[in-house]
Structure formats: structure tokens, C-alpha cells
């Protein structure tokens, strides 16, 4: 099953817009992280946020950390062609000893240019 | 450094047919965790294998196995294929610094089992 959930499920934005994701989670977290997917490709790690971190920055990434709703957003700045990609939360998650990173369902993300 | 590797890139199977798949992790990193991913169900985790141990086990059938060597390279097994068994199968390296760190994924494997 699915640790978190995100929303939208589907995003389209022109060129230059800022683009918005959340991602809900079930359980308490030792971090947050953002992985974005190419078409069909393997997964690129971009940002980890510590669950005392309440917001980070990475270029134009901002992530944001809510513990008390369980919640975390990405925000993507002035968006380019070259961000249309999905987008995923994860979270370590630990069941009946396992422990596992976790994915949301992901955001997929168009920017028209 | 050099990325994580997989090979191959692309199988077809049929049914009832096993495959291996490969993953050679960033050098140094010595966890590795295989998922698989679907459109329906996902990404969903496998296991992990840290120092030729398999440290980790999701919830997945025991037709799904894997090792790894002592190089840190994984190799991934899939027994008596299924059609639902046709994903992207993803391999996943970290620094074992800490159970918590980032993942650095490699390009996948596409299988299609018909």
C-alpha cells in the first residue's frame, strides 16, 4: 500500500508558472524525500527534509514539512520544459520489523513551453 | 562516480519462464534495494541487501528473490513469471551511513512477460 498521497494527481503549467505538489503521509517520519521521474526512467533524488526541518531550498526547489497534519509540499519556480516529469514523495516507513522506503502516487507534471 | 548500472534494459519473457535481473551500485555504496513498479500498484519496494544479507523484505511472493556479492553487485530473480510480474524493475544504492539516506536509482529494467 501506499504511504502517501499526492495531489494533484496531474498538473499542466506553462512555461514560467510555479508549479505546486503535496504529498500526504500515514505514519511518523524520519524524513521527507522528492524524487522526480523521466518518462519511463529510473528515479533522481531531489531533496530530503528531516522531520525537524520545517522548509528547505535547493535552486528553484522549495519543500515544505508539516509533521502535526502530515503533510509535505514541493515547489517548483519558474518552471521549463525540462521539469515535465512525475513526481514523488517518500517516506521511510518501518511494518512488522521491515523497513522500507515508501512512495506516494505521484504528481505528473506538464509544463508546455 | 559512475552511476547505478542495470542490465538489461529490456526482457521479454513468457509466462512461466524465470529471469535475473542485474544492479551494480555506485562504488562504496553497499545497501541495495530493488523495487517494482507498475501502473497500477506503483513503486513498491522488494528488499534491500546490505553486506550480502538481505536486510530488508517487502510484501512480495517468494518467487521473488535476489543476493548480493560481495563486490556489492545484486542480482534479482523472478521465478515462474506471471503476466502481473511485467514492471519496471527498479535497483537502488545508498551509503550505509545511515538506514535513512537517499536513494540513487538506476535506469531500470523494462520486463514484459507474455
Known amino acids: 500500500s501506499q504511504q502517501g498521497e499526492e495531489d494533484p494527481q496531474a498538473l499542466s503549467i506553462q512555461e514560467g508558472e510555479n508549479a505546486t505538489m503535496n504529498c500526504s503521509y500515514k505514519?511518523?517520519?524520519?524524513?521527507l524525500q522528492w524524487y522526480r521521474q523521466n518518462s519511463g526512467r529510473g528515479l533522481v533524488h531531489l531533496i530530503l527534509i528531516r522531520s525537524n526541518e520545517r522548509e528547505k531550498h535547493s535552486g528553484r526547489l522549495r519543500v515544505t514539512l508539516d509533521t502535526s497534519k502530515k503533510s509535505s509540499s514541493l515547489l517548483i519556480t519558474a518552471s521549463r520544459a525540462a521539469d515535465t516529469a512525475s513526481y514523488f514523495c517518500a517516506t521511510w516507513t518501518l511494518d512488522m520489523g521491515r523497513r522500507a522506503l515508501t512512495f506516494g502516487s505521484g504528481t505528473r507534471l506538464q509544463v508546455q513551453p | 562516480k559512475a552511476g547505478v548500472t542495470q542490465t538489461p534494459r529490456y526482457l521479454i519473457k513468457t509466462r512461466g519462464q524465470q529471469v535475473t535481473l542485474s544492479c551494480s551500485p555506485i562504488?562504496?555504496?553497499?545497501?541495495v534495494s530493488w523495487y517494482q513498479q507498475t501502473p497500477g500498484q506503483g513503486l513498491q519496494f522488494l528488499f534491500e541487501?546490505?553486506?550480502?544479507?538481505?536486510?530488508n523484505k517487502g510484501n512480495f511472493p517468494g518467487r521473488f528473490s535476489g543476493r548480493q556479492f560481495s563486490n556489492s553487485r545484486s542480482e534479482m530473480n523472478v521465478s515462474t513469471l506471471e503476466l502481473g510480474d511485467s514492471a519496471l524493475y527498479l535497483c537502488?544504492?545508498?551509503?550505509?551511513?545511515?538506514?535513512?539516506?537517499?536513494?540513487?536509482f538506476g535506469p531500470g529494467t523494462r520486463l514484459t512477460v507474455l
Open positions: 505514519t511518523s517520519i524520519n524524513n
Open positions: 541487501y546490505f553486506s550480502e544479507t538481505q536486510r
Open positions: 562504488s562504496g555504496h553497499r545497501s
Open positions: 537502488a544504492s545508498s551509503d550505509s551511513g545511515s538506514q535513512y539516506n537517499e536513494q540513487f
